[in-house]
């Protein structure tokens, strides 16, 4: 049997890692093949990948993470421990572990103790709360949970606590600094006295980690990358990036999510033997001191962070000279700011178009300028498939837009054990529907022009409309709920819920925006404006047709913006 068969089909046998998810095969065999004839599966795991640039750049530093710095034989020697402490607790290859650390010390030789230790991270978002988490959890079967103790003032034991009563297959709970939670196993205890001094066998088509969707129906989706596929993605961003042993890759989005992890992101740098630096903040001021003192030379940023960075600039004392690519992606950066950043910052714009299902586009470094500031870049791969269609199915002309589907070597073919989800997703023949409307230029770059399914882009950060209009629903005095994105000039979107309340009920909005935190969702999830409304106009039949109606809301109340 080639080994196209990744883990999620077969799962290992054993207590964690047999809870059976969706039979499905992520690549055939033939294209399988051909991905490796090209060179890009190198069949290689991250546990052996982590051995690789150990004995390439032993002595470089590695990492550098408030008063840590670690060499590449220090960040091994520490993956080695915890990967140690990981088999030493009992959990089998194969297992889920979900993983919620912000940009500390412990995010990456945490990580890399996991893939060593043959275990599958989950990757969740800091600002992520006890439902989000549940549903990963028990999405993903996870039987091991990690956090940090405290976090942007966030104490995360009654979190951690919280997920563990409401999902049985989580075994263990840690935390990683200082707790009072005399119930929850320190993080650092998992170092190992025996460390693993081999990479405990994963097949490297099998799935090396679960990261979540940004998502447009209910909660996210969770989403399976091989080894073999994400190896590639970051290796060959890497290059496109113009990345190397004398550069410098700050961590400044959060660690877990796809663009700072492998576009090219600190995997990309470490594979090229680079020093990383983690940032606990994107915030200029957190920042600007970190590029300074480590002569950070590349980055990557969303929209909104990087007009904040070209705003705080002008007033700094800190040199940021040594800066030479800022990566800008996650959603659209207007031509407009694009044109500013070499003048402002002093380094070269490169455009992101990417997705934590796979496809990542990027404009490159010896682009003219007309083509970095106008477009959102090409492929990775010359053998990335893409397809843009109008409605009915068929191909648009070259240079119209149209809905845009991706097929590849590092682009998934199904989410996991979401089959209902893959149907909607992704076509027989294996392409991923991205949702997102582009155009393919005369030059081959494509320009991302809108989005066609509904989620609201805020800074980056994908929201579901259904699932806050569920969260809204779930009010006493809400009757009905429609949330819809708005253009915002720093955001780029916010989010406004339009609702309708039962006859003779009131709330004010602060008081629904409350509630809707307290729910245990992500803060940045909560509606940013509330519209009450007397009622929606329902279709023809008599039936809400809920794009339809935001589409309407929408148009009639923000058309001018
Ligand atoms: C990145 O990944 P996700 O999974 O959070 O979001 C993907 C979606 C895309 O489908 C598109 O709608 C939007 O984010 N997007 C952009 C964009 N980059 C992403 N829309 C317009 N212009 C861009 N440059 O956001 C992501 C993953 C890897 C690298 C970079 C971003």
Redesign the pocket.
């Known amino acids: 049997m080639p080994q196209t068969q990744p883990s999620l089909a077969s799962p290992p046998s054993g207590t964690d890692a047999a809870q059976a998810a969706d039979p499905v095969q992520l690549w055939p065999d033939d294209f399988a093949q051909r991905y490796r004839a090209a060179g890009y599966w190198r069949d290689v795991s991250f546990g052996d990948w982590l051995d690789e640039i150990a004995t390439r750049f032993g002595p470089n530093t590695a990492l550098v993470a408030g008063d840590t710095r670690l060499t590449y034989s220090d960040l091994r020697a520490q993956a080695q421990r915890i990967a140690g402490g990981f088999v030493a607790a009992g959990f089998e290859a194969g297992s889920r572990v979900l993983v919620q650390l912000p940009n500390s010390a412990a995010f990456l030789p945490t990580v890399l103790g996991l893939f060593y230790a043959g275990l599958v991270p989950v990757f969740a978002l800091p600002a992520h709360r006890a439902r989000e988490i549940t549903h990963l959890v028990n999405g993903s079967q996870a039987c091991a949970l990690i956090q940090p103790a405290q976090f942007e003032g966030f104490d995360y034991a009654p979190l951690a606590r919280a997920v563990q009563a409401a999902c049985p297959s989580l075994r263990a709970l840690y935390l990683d600094g200082e707790t009072q939670a005399p119930d929850i196993t320190p993080l650092a205890s998992l170092i190992a006295a025996s460390p693993c001094t081999a990479p405990r066998h994963r097949a490297p088509s099998d799935v090396a980690f679960l990261q979540i969707?940004?998502g447009t129906t209910g909660f996210p989706k969770l989403i399976p990358r091989t080894h073999n596929d994400y190896i590639y993605s970051f290796e060959a961003s890497a290059a496109i990036c113009g990345l190397g042993a004398d550069k410098t890759y700050l961590t400044a989005l959060p660690a877990a999510?796809?663009?700072p992890m492998?576009?090219p992101g600190y995997f990309g740098a470490l594979s090229v033997g680079a020093k990383v630096v983690m940032s606990p903040s994107p915030a200029p001021d957190t920042c600007f001191p970190l590029i300074a003192a480590h002569g950070v030379t590349h980055t990557?940023l969303v929209p909104p962070l990087a007009l904040l960075w070209m705003q705080a600039a002008g007033k700094t004392g800190h040199d940021l000279s040594s800066l030479e690519v800022l990566g800008?992606?996650?959603?659209?950066?207007t031509a407009e700011s694009a044109a500013r950043v070499k003048p402002v910052l002093g380094c070269t714009l490169q455009?992101?178009?990417?997705?934590?299902?796979g496809l990542?586009n990027y404009t490159r470094l010896d682009d003219p300028d007309a083509v970095i500031i106008h477009s959102?870049g090409r492929p990775i791969s010359p053998d990335d498939d893409i397809l843009i269609l109008a409605e009915d199915g068929t191909p648009v002309p070259r240079g119209t837009a149209g809905l845009l589907y991706a097929r590849g070597p590092y682009t998934i073919r199904a989410y996991h054990n979401a089959p209902e989800a893959n149907r909607r997703s992704f076509t027989p023949d294996g392409f991923y529907c991205?949702?997102?409307i582009v155009r393919l230029r005369a030059d081959g770059n494509l320009e991302?022009q809108g989005?066609a399914t509904d989620h609201i882009?805020r800074a980056?950060e994908?929201i579901s409309a259904e699932e806050v209009e569920d969260h809204l629903l779930a009010h006493p005095a809400v009757f009905d709920a429609a949330v819809v994105a708005v253009p915002d000039p720093y955001l780029g979107e916010r989010s406004c819920a339009f609702v309708v309340l039962h006859a003779g009920e009131t709330v004010t909005p602060p008081a629904l925006k409350a509630f809707v935190r307290g729910r245990g969702i992500a803060g940045f999830k909560t509606p940013d404006q509330i519209i009450f409304t007397p009622a929606f106009a329902t279709t023809a039949v008599g039936k809400l047709d809920r794009k339809s109606l935001r589409a309407a809301l929408k148009s009639e109340h923000f058309s001018k913006e």
């Open positions: 969707s940004g999510h796809n663009f492998s576009s990557g800008v992606g996650g959603a659209k950066f455009q992101v178009f990417g997705m934590a299902e990542v959102q991205t949702g997102d991302v989005r882009n980056g994908k």
